[in-house]
Structure formats: C-alpha cells, structure tokens
C-alpha cells in the first residue's frame, strides 16, 4: 500500500512538472522573437499500398530499393513505409504527386549532364538575380542559415515541401541546387527528383553552402548575426 | 550526488539551444518518423522546457525521483525514435545537443542509453521532497 502511494505521488508530481514545462514553453514561445506557430500545417494521411495496386508496383519497388541505397532520402523513404504524408491540396493533385513517387528515377547520366557552377558562376548568378536558389541540406540547416533568398527544398522532407516550392518556383524557372560541400550529394537527390517533375533549368553549385560561407557572401537565418 | 549533478547538468545543457531556437529544433524532429506531424510544433516548444526543469530539479535535488522518471521516459522516446529511424535506413541530425552536428547511430543510441541506466539509481533511491518541507514527514 505505501510503495504504490509512492509510485502515486512519483507520478503526480512528474505530471505536474510537465503541466509547469507545458506552461513555462508556450509563454516563452510567445516572448521569443525566434517563436514558432503551434498550429500545424494541415496535412492528408494517404495510405500507399492502394495507390501502388492501382500503378503497379515495378516501379514503387525500384523506389524502395533506391532508398535504402540512399538512406538520407527519408522523404523518399516515407514511401517504402505505409503512409505518405502530403499537405492538403486537390485530389487529383495529390494522385498525381503520388504516382510521380513510383515513377522511374531518372537516370544518372542527366544528373551528369547539369551544369555544375563554380564559386564565382553561382555568386553571379545570384547577383544577376534571375536565378532561385534552392538549398537541399535538412531543413532545420536552412533554417539556421542559408544562402539570401533561398528556398528550402530539404533531400530528406522532399515530398512535404515540394507542394510549397510548386507554388512559388514553375517549371520554367532557373534553379541553382546547392548542399553542404562539394562532397555531399543531397543537391543531387533533389535535382533528380525535379528532373522527374519537369524542371528542366537546373545548375548544381558544387563548392555549396561552405563555400559561400567562407566567402562572405550574402546569408540570413535565425542563427546568422545581424 | 555526483550523478545527480552531472545528470542535470547534461540535460539543462541539451535544452539550451532548442530552446531559443525552436524552428530549428522543430525541423530536426520532423526527421524523427515516430513523432506525428501535428505534435512536432508542441514537441518543439515544450521538451526543451521539460529538459530545463528536470535538469535543473535533478541538480538541486528538488522531486528527485519524479524528475527522474519524467527523464527517463524522454530517453526511452529518444531511443525508440532513433531505432525506428535507423531500423528504416534512415540517417539524419540527432538533435540531442544543439551545439552537436551528429547524426543518429548506434553511439547516440548507447549513449542515450547510458543515460538512461545512470538515472535509475535517482529514480530508485532519490527522495521526493522539496527542500523546505523536509523533516515534515513528507
């Protein structure tokens, strides 16, 4: 009887001091300049097993397969699991957004044959400001720092945020993809998946966020000093 | 005592940086496939605190044994949320320090786990009082 009164008040107390976080976080995120919303984006669970039956599954199997090959494409990966989660948008969109998931990857030989920029190329082609940047690192790398103007279009959240990059960047539109480093290769994974979708301009910058960093060219995000 | 301290000390530490920038803690546990989208943002906003205050409680051996426990289920939840990620091929930023640049993996995974073990002895033998009502029976 007492060791379950002890485990009764353990548990009340933890319950408080959690009510006391819940509390001391959503006053702090409303004083802090740095704050989020609460309210998430709405968002439509979709379960895939259908949509593949309705496809056929050769090529979603290619897509599983790819994806263990590549492990940081977990936006990809979402597809091996059973759901996809895609912001609320039209019906048919949304088939349409599935079925270019288990569409063939395109092939390597188009990657190659983007055009790669170096540190000069790309800081002209920001100056001249007829290219968007896009930034293919995780998103919470974008959102500490990240080339000015640029748009997030994380290798890892792909399918989330593609719908919002639908809305602001057409297919006509020049792209600069660039990632952490020469040597990392998400601006890669996430110029072939806008390759599958259409966009034809895209230039890779290969010396990436380092090297822009390093040069002092224009940045911004919450953690760059103002 | 020692552990107590250290154990606090650890967590207040892993708060710091998710707590003035809850955007980009947020964005890092989206990465995490076991934490449903529409709590990411309330995750992102109250954990740091809970960590803050359990670190802090564990320090000044305030609640000892409820704090404990509290610390104890978030790093059950970290691990089972790096095992699911690493169990779908799945490598991203871990998260766990703010001022940290690793990815998840079997280290952070052992470590957490360590952890973990190291809060049992507080959750076990540690009191629950506040400091001012001790030697009032509580």
């Known amino acids: ?226 | 005592m020692v552990l107590r301290i250290l154990m606090g000390a650890v967590f207040v530490a892993a708060s710091y940086d998710k707590l003035l920038y809850p955007a980009v803690f947020a964005a890092k546990a989206a990465e995490y496939k076991i934490i449903p989208e529409l709590l990411l943002p309330l995750v992102a906003v109250v954990l740091p605190w809970l960590e803050l205050i359990c670190g802090l409680l564990l320090m000044l051996d305030i609640f000892t044994r409820s704090t404990a426990l509290i610390l104890i289920a978030v790093l059950a939840g970290y691990i089972a949320g790096m095992g699911y990620d690493l169990s779908l091929g799945l490598v991203h930023d871990c998260g766990c320090f703010g001022f940290l640049e690793e990815s998840i993996g079997a280290v952070t995974i052992i470590r957490d786990l360590v952890f973990l073990l190291l809060l049992l002895p507080p959750l076990v033998f540690g009191g629950n009082n506040f400091p001012f009502f001790r030697g009032k029976g509580n």
């Open chain 1, 1 to 226: 009887m007492e060791r379950l009164a002890t485990i009764l008040k353990t548990a009340g107390i933890s319950a408080v001091i959690a009510s006391l976080a819940f509390t001391a976080g959503m006053l702090f995120n409303i004083a802090n300049p740095y704050g989020i919303s609460i309210k998430p984006a709405p968002a439509k669970i979709i379960t895939i097993v259908k949509t593949v039956e309705k496809n056929g599954s050769a090529g979603f199997k290619s897509r599983a397969g790819d994806c263990a090959a590549k492990p940081v494409a977990a936006g990809i990966a979402e597809s091996a699991g059973s759901t996809v989660t895609i912001p609320a948008s039209g019906e048919a969109e949304t088939l349409a957004e599935l079925s270019r998931q288990i569409a063939p990857i395109p092939p390597a030989e188009k990657l190659k044959e983007l055009p790669r920029l170096s540190l000069e190329k790309a800081k002209q082609y920001f100056d001249s400001g007829r290219y968007r940047f896009v930034d293919a690192r995780p998103q919470y790398k974008y959102i500490e720092a990240h080339i000015k103007g640029a748009e997030t279009l994380s290798a890892s959240l792909f399918v989330k945020q593609f719908p919002g990059f639908k809305g602001k960047a057409s297919p006509e539109e020049e792209l600069v993809i660039y990632c952490s480093s020469p040597d990392c290769k998400l601006s890669e994974i996430v110029a072939g998946e806008l390759l599958d979708r259409g966009y034809k301009k895209i230039n890779l910058f290969e010396g990436g966020w380092a090297a822009w960093e390093a040069n002092n060219y224009p940045v911004e995000g919450v953690k760059v000093k103002r």
